[in-house]
């Protein structure tokens, strides 16, 4: 049984060939160690030839998925097993083909029987099939051993070595033997965490010098080997003489796989120097971006085997040799953590795009797609291609398929020392939106400031071929990954800088007339000069803008000085660093249980305030009510921008304070007198099983002398918010709202509510009688 291809195990079954039964020792083991949960459970086995274990595991209460891709199998196994009703038959190939058939929600069993041994690439799969497990489940491996298989059939059975790579990293394992099979049964996180290691023997000589070869394959998986020295390497080795590092990778890649490239395609990135055993060491890190050939161990003494992984379990492959773990960050930033220190001088070449990419991140991306499409965030067919079409998950190597095109999930890609996230893959409905309140044309050029890359390639693809994409960051690390995956996956037209997006971009790189459109992707408390006077008259400005603490995607089109507002979402992103960071002032209270946040402008004085929370608190109902799903981020802004005194009340513990109806890591509404504060909450005042049937009424709850009149203030704004902006249906009006520069004199400001931040004044207006025609409601 030497097969390789698929049609040969087809023939093998189409020829009434099969495998060794199922035995009586396996029966046992099955049922003593892995017994189908309570109620029945769900099993999958891959590699099911004829079906004699998955109808064995349906008797055993299993509903079961059987896969082989050899169709022949699967029309013996329905053929010979047509009272197993339990069983779902299915023809795939487990190392290539989409698995969109393969259940969701995992699986408490998966069995490979006499199967592991012909994968090619055994620690992906298992890896795979290891992260489909349900929580308590089981991977069970039953394969011939080689010290009990004929040399002629050793293709077929692995050795301790083989073994021992297969069971490390899983949390719990266990081996039987059932008539000289090895049956392992697997459980636990199949994560052995990756280590970059040395060779025991350090290099000998002055100096060290390599050239890795990095080469992924058709559905975008890098190639390692696993050497007798218990590592996995890529493939390299040392120049020959004067022989340039692109040549030494290609000669290194043929000699050591078998694979063919051309050196027209090998490109090197960086040159990594660090030192071993006090041995200078340099190695150029070569993208090979074409190869051909069939992959070959030729060194079975030095190297077990060599395996194709994804990037994301780069993260959890166990022991990887230094260099090459270095190398690996060098070309996908972040899929390796824990990194011996090395200089990296990276080389200005020109690496084209690197296709590739497994079936199922094509249905994933279409899936992801159509979603935000369906809920209409993306109206624009320019966009509705680009994201169908740029590859999300080549910007977040470090995450799974599901994951990346999870259209709602934020892929946080860097933390600073307390654990926050600083930079991140936003939710893509949110980028969708945002990229189409820009209003782009054909031929745009679009300045994106906090990159990541992802959509500044959607934007690229929206600009077509004739515009033009320029990102930036602050973080020089967000900023390489940003330029490495732009270069592997994009279209060319995109830009990567690094400097502080407050001062803009260098001149030499603003078209003449200023950017057609500029989009911010981090929390903005103020606006910079810079991005007004680096936008076309005309352009849109698309930035998280924070008003009170309350942070909104708004859409501002540029007229003269003045930026003026043509759409909200409600958002969230990364904070700013760099001259646009700032810190919140907070006033805390009762030893830090309770703070309050003056979001716009100095703290105030809270004297006398904790000896008012711990007198008899004030509660006023407003009569505003409303039902379940209710968005009610309006009535925040509403009272951020009309209320003076305005703060919020945070409740930082789980420890019980005074502040009712606020659950602990949030906050409310507030507003600050003498000693004294009120604060809104909502409480449910009807219940009911069904949920269109329950409703919540807005509270004012207040302490101190002035409390009952500052709640009667909040009663007063939520009545005014739900007469004047709430509308019929569930919705609010958004705020008319301008952005003017610093300085400008209150006579030249249109009528509204005033917010002065360092660079700028905000000029908000609310639909409704009697609102302000200008005042201050807070300052810098």
């Known amino acids: 049984m030497e097969y390789v291809e698929r049609k040969e195990w087809d023939r093998h079954y189409a020829a009434g060939k099969g495998f060794r039964l199922l035995g009586d020792t396996e029966r046992k083991l099955l049922a003593e160690h892995v017994p189908a949960p309570e109620g029945g459970g769900r099993a999958l086995e891959v590699g099911c030839g004829t079906g004699e274990l998955s109808a064995h595991l349906a008797s055993l209460d299993y509903t ?64 795979g099939l290891g992260e489909r497990l349900r929580p308590g489940g089981a991977l ?106 692109e040549a030494a990778a290609v000669r290194e890649l043929a000699e050591r796989t078998g694979l063919v490239a051309e050196v027209e395609d090998a490109h090197v990135l960086t040159i990594l120097a660090d030192a071993v055993g006090g041995v200078p060491r340099l190695t150029a890190v070569v993208r090979v971006t074409s190869w051909s050939g069939t992959l070959t161990v030729p060194e079975p003494d030095t190297f077990l085997r060599r395996e194709f992984f994804d990037p994301h379990v780069l993260a959890c492959v166990g022991d990887v040799f230094a260099p090459a773990a270095l190398a690996l960050d060098a070309v996908w930033p972040g899929v390796v953590q824990g990194l011996p220190p090395a200089t990296a001088y990276a080389i200005d070449s020109v690496q084209p795009a690197v296709p590739g990419e497994p079936a199922e991140a094509v249905r994933l991306r279409h899936a992801m797609a159509d979603e935000v499409i369906a809920d209409g965030w993306a109206a624009s067919e320019p966009l509705q291609g ?95 990954r940003a330029r490495r995956f732009t270069a592997e996956a994009g279209s060319g037209r995109v830009t990567v800088l690094h400097g502080d997006a407050a001062h803009g971009v260098p001149a030499p790189l603003v078209p003449h007339g200023g950017f057609d459109a500029i989009v ?39 007229r003269g000085d003045v930026l003026v507002a043509r759409k909200f979402t409600h958002c969230g992103f990364v904070p700013a660093q760099g001259s646009h960071a700032r810190a919140t002032p907070v006033s805390r209270l009762l030893d830090g249980r309770l703070e309050l946040r003056f979001e716009d402008g100095p703290a105030r004085s809270v004297e006398g305030l904790e000896e008012a929370l711990l007198g008899l608190p004030h509660q006023i109902a407003t009569g505003v009510t409303m039902g379940p799903g209710f968005s009610f981020g309006s009535l925040q802004l509403y009272a951020a921008t009309t209320l003076p005194g305005f703060c919020r009340l945070a409740v930082t513990s789980d420890q019980e304070t005074a502040a009712v109806g606020i659950t602990p890591g949030s906050d409310a509404p507030a507003v600050l007198g003498d000693a004294s504060l009120a604060y809104l909450t909502y409480v449910q005042i009807r219940h009911s ?46 705020p008319a709202v301008t952005v003017h520069p610093a300085g400008t004199p209150d006579d030249r400001l249109p009528l509204g509510e005033v917010i002065d931040k360092k660079h700028c004044r905000i000029v908000v207006r609310w639909p409704g009688p009697g609102r302000p025609t200008r005042g201050s409601t807070s300052s810098c």
């Open 386 to 480: 680009a994201l169908r079409s740029v590859p999300r998950h080549r910007f977040a190597p470090e995450r799974n398929l599901r994951t990346a095109y999870d259209a709602g999930d934020v892929v946080v890609t860097r933390r600073n020392e307390a654990g926050r996230a600083t930079s991140s893959v936003s939710a893509v409905w949110l980028q969708a939106d945002m990229i189409e309140g820009l209003g782009l044309e054909p031929g745009a050029v679009v300045w994106e400031a906090g990159s990541g890359g992802y959509n500044a390639e959607l934007l690229a693809q929206v600009v077509g071929p004739d515009g033009r994409v320029v990102t930036s960051d602050i973080d020089p690390y967000v900023v390489r």
């Open 140 to 245: 069970v491996i039953v394969t011939p051993v080689a010290e009990h298989t004929p040399a002629e059939r050793r293709r077929i059975a692995l050795d301790e070595d083989e073994i021992g790579l297969l069971v490390g990293g899983w949390e719990h394992t266990e081996r039987f033997d059932a008539d000289r099979l090895a049956v392992l049964i697997l459980r636990g996180p199949c994560h052995a965490e990756t280590r970059a290691v040395e060779r025991r023997r350090p290099p000998s000589g002055p100096a060290a010098t390599a050239a890795l070869a990095v080469v992924t394959d058709q559905a975008g998986r890098v190639l390692l080997g696993r050497s007798r020295r218990g590592m996995w390497e890529l493939p390299g080795g040392e120049p020959v003489g004067p022989e340039p590092f």
């Open 689 to 734: 099983e069904v949920r269109e049937e329950r409703v919540w009424e807005w509270y004012a709850h207040a302490v101190g002398d002035q409390g009952p009149a500052l709640a009667e203030k909040l009663a007063d704004t939520v009545r005014a918010w739900d007469q004047d902006v709430r509308d019929d249906g569930g919705g609010s009006t958004d």
């Open 520 to 558: 911010i992707t981090y929390n903005c408390w103020d606006v910079a000069p810079a991005w007004r006077e680096q936008l076309a008259e005309g352009g849109r400005l698309v930035l998280p803008l924070e008003i009170g603490g309350y942070t909104r995607a708004i859409t501002l089109q540029r």
């Open 64 to 127: 079961v998925d059987a896969v082989d891709f050899a169709d022949s199998a699967i029309t013996r196994a329905q053929e010979q097993h047509p009272d197993a009703l339990a069983v779902r038959w299915i023809c795939m190939d487990i190392e290539r083909d989409d698995p969109v058939e393969l259940h969701e929600d995992g699986y408490d069993l998966v069995a490979l029987r006499l199967v592991v041994p012909f994968f090619s690439d055994r620690t992906r799969v298992l890896h």
